[in-house]
């Protein structure tokens, strides 16, 4: 979690300048209340969804306080 825009928009021209030859990196912004209320609904998941793991997750929050 970052506090501010400011702060979001640094990590994110960091993660733009170091982006990985192959693979994807996928980018949500919200507020810690939206992340509160999220819900999750899985029926099967596709075969790179499978292969994420913990160690590959990284989770930038923003916080508007």
Known sequence: M???RDSLQNHYT???????????I????????QFA???LLLVRLKTQDKRVNADQLL???????
């Open 2 to 4: 970052v506090r501010g």
């Open 37 to 39: 209320s999220m819900h």
């Open 26 to 33: 996928r980018s949500l912004e919200g507020t810690e209340k």
């Open 14 to 24: 960091r993660l733009c300048a170091n982006l990985p030859e192959e693979g994807s």
């Open 59 to 65: 989770l930038f929050g923003l916080d508007f306080f």
